[in-house]
């Protein structure tokens, strides 16, 4: 059950005694910044994030999958905000308690997507221990500061390391099951495969693997060309009472065609949660495409759909949202960010949303 404010304002009180609090009636500033020249409502607090709870989780809890939309426990859609983080082979050194927290704090995000790099150099199946370090450092942050957030098997071939897949969700729902918090993503971006043939009896294996351990929490499938052929997904759907389908754009290449295809898909009955989302065009480079993000921002908002933009990396490329330096503890000053990080970030602050922050 979603609480109700009557029932947060006793463990706001509770917390005020030890630090400070932020529920629905107290704004996430406390102070202006001014050597940054961050305006006050946008001002990181200065009270520890873990006493900040109860927090968005606690607000709608678990997620699921219905009638074409993402709703909370009271069964009223869900909109969530927030980041992904890259690779985890590549840019671990930012799977940190501290920057889910920044972003929490900073950025308003109410959900994070831990993004383990699979399948490429020096990845899970090369590296398992050093990857699902930090995979689980990012998830059991993200549940401390009551956040949403995503497990994301970060893999274009995901089809040919079912077993591995097998293994590590069930490992997953076995610790994190019972959490509200969490979010299953089997398959990032299959490439040129068949939905029928390669993607689906994947992902009906993972599943059936998740589902005999957590028979419940929301689970999502990444369907062919980098995750855009959710119609027809759609089309010839998972058996699961809680399944979505990711929907991925980056904006300066996907447009009104892709809109089409995800409408499409809703019509059908399909689920859709923007698990990953950029600026700029879909190689991560390429000017940020003002116009379009506004398009699909609209699009967001109309269908109330969640979504993670891409990436927490100092990659040079256009959709990274740090520079080359910015710390692992977060506390990025804007200069700390890139263009497309101030960028995204103003959406993801502001996005509207019935949230206790
Ligand atoms: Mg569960």
């Known amino acids: ?132 370090a930090r995979v689980t450092r990012v998830i059991d942050a993200a549940i401390a500061q009551d956040l949403y957030v995503i497990i994301d098997w970060h893999d274009h071939e995901a089809h040919r390391h079912t077993a591995q897949a097998v293994a590590f969700f069930s490992d997953m729902a076995r610790r994190y099951g019972h959490q509200p918090h969490v979010i299953y993503e ?41 995750s855009q052929d959710v119609d027809v997904a759609a089309a010839d759907p998972i058996k699961d009472a809680n399944v979505a389908y990711a929907l991925h754009f980056y904006a300066g290449t996907q447009k009104q065609t892709l809109r089409n295809k995800a409408v499409k898909a809703m019509e059908l009955g399909a689920a859709l949660f923007v698990t990953e989302w950029g600026p700029c065009n879909a190689d991560g480079n390429g000017p940020i495409d003002d116009d379009s993000v506004k398009q699909w921002m609209a699009f967001m908002r109309e269908y109330q759909l969640c979504h993670c933009v891409w990436s927490v990396s100092t990659k040079m490329e256009t959709c990274s949202i740090i520079v080359p330096g910015a710390s692992p503890k977060g506390g990025w000053k804007d200069s700390d960010l890139t263009e497309s990080g101030r960028y995204a970030r103003e959406y993801i602050r502001n996005w509207p949303g019935d949230t206790p922050q």
Request: glycine letters at 6%; a neutral charge.
């Open 1 to 132: 059950m979603r609480p109700s404010l009557a029932t947060l304002l006793p463990a706001c009180a509770a917390l005020l005694l030890q630090s400070g609090c932020n529920t629905a009636t107290t704004p996430a500033a406390t102070t202006t910044p001014a050597a940054t020249g961050v305006p006050a409502t946008h001002a990181a607090p200065t009270a520890p994030a873990a006493l900040r709870a109860p927090g968005i989780v606690s607000f709608h809890g678990r997620l699921r999958a219905e009638k074409a939309r993402i709703v909370g426990a009271d069964g009223k859609p869900v909109s969530l905000a927030g980041n992904s983080f890259f690779w985890s082979q590549w840019q671990g050194q930012y799977y940190t308690p501290e920057v889910v927290g920044w972003l929490k704090t900073n950025w308003r995000s109410t959900i994070v997507r831990a993004a383990l790099g699979v399948h490429e150099e020096d990845g899970y199946l090369q590296h398992p221990a050093e990857n699902l």
């Open 186 to 226: 089997i398959f990032n971006e299959p490439q040129q495969v068949s939905w029928a043939k390669d993607v689906k009896p994947y992902a009906e294996q993972v599943i059936a693997a998740i589902r005999a351990i957590d028979p419940d929490n929301l689970i999502i499938v990444g369907s062919p060309h980098w």
